[in-house]
């Protein structure tokens, strides 16, 4: 039984080290703060809780309404039948080597006609450190902004679904504070433009500085490496607790299977139980 639960566990490792994609260890940066001063767009309907600072939060549904405070929505409509491209810009405090893009693209709810169509197609993602590029927000004019790719991006299969996509962006060696997303259409070229989430992403090799280099007190550890029930034993409970909590955002630590403690619990906290299997 020992022997066929080990192999299992091996094969567990061969898919998510050499078949998932999401196996590498990358860190999420966010704003300081998710209001207009950190996050902009050309347009954007925030009186109408639409506001562009949506997607860049972590907390926002991604299987409620979007429409409705949880995602960011433009109609050209509103703005005289406006076309692309726009620039959905951020500034994330500090500068930062971003080499992965997670997005979750927009999808119109049930009394929208239930339409994946005005999701975000053909993006080009810069960077730039200057504070004034940040704040023009006229996406025809690139002075200062540095293209790290363009892109076609996935269009949302399931209303009211994760849906997450992932957009390596392995060529990029700029570190640069602001980010834009310029816009250059979407699913079906018409008046509607939505997005749900981004987040962009740093490799935990990089040496980015951090927006708040100030160091943490150290703590003292109360859960050996890979005991999340804390029973001094490493087993197939804690196992089932990483499991149960995989892919998720958390911060109880060790106790939701997140042994390294960095607010995540991926595969890096898996490789942390595994090595510490039966001790």
């Known amino acids: 039984m020992k022997l066929l639960f080990s192999f299992g566990f091996l094969v567990f490792v061969f898919y998510f080290t050499l078949v998932n994609p999401v196996f ?19 347009f954007t309907e925030d009186d109408y809780d639409w506001a562009p600072w949506y997607i860049f939060d972590p907390i926002k ?6 429409i409705l405070g949880n995602s960011w929505y433009m109609n050209a409509w509103y703005h005289g039948n406006h076309v692309p491209p726009v620039r959905i810009n951020v500034d994330l405090g500090a500068n930062y080597i971003i080499k992965r893009m997670y997005y979750e693209n927009g999808f119109d709810t049930v ?3 239930a339409s994946s169509l005005s999701g975000l197609k053909s993006i080009i993602i810069q960077g730039s450190n200057d504070g004034e590029a940040f704040a023009n927000l006229d996406a025809t004019i690139d002075t200062n902004w540095t293209d790290i790719a363009r892109s076609d991006l996935i269009e949302h299969s399931q209303i009211r679904a994760p849906d997450p996509h992932y957009l390596p962006l392995p060529a990029n060696s700029g570190s640069y504070r602001f980010y834009s997303i310029k816009v250059l259409s979407n699913f079906d070229n018409g008046t509607r433009y939505a997005l749900r989430r981004i987040e962009l992403q740093t490799e935990e090799s990089d040496d980015s500085p951090t927006p708040t280099p ?5 703590q003292t550890p109360v859960f050996k490496p890979g005991d999340a029930n804390g029973d001094t034993h490493v087993d197939g409970v804690d196992y089932v607790i990483w499991l149960n909590h995989y892919s998720q955002m958390v911060s109880g630590g060790p106790t939701v299977g997140d042994f390294n403690t960095d607010g995540t619990v ?9 090595n510490n299997y039966g001790m």
């Open 111 to 113: 009394e929208y006609a």
């Open 24 to 42: 590498a260890a990358f860190t999420s940066r966010y704003p300081p703060e998710f209001n207009n001063t950190y996050v902009r767009a050309t």
């Open 214 to 218: 100030t160091p943490t007190p150290m």
């Open 266 to 274: 991926d595969g890096v906290d898996y490789v942390v139980w595994l």
């Open 61 to 66: 549904s991604l299987t409620d309404s979007w």
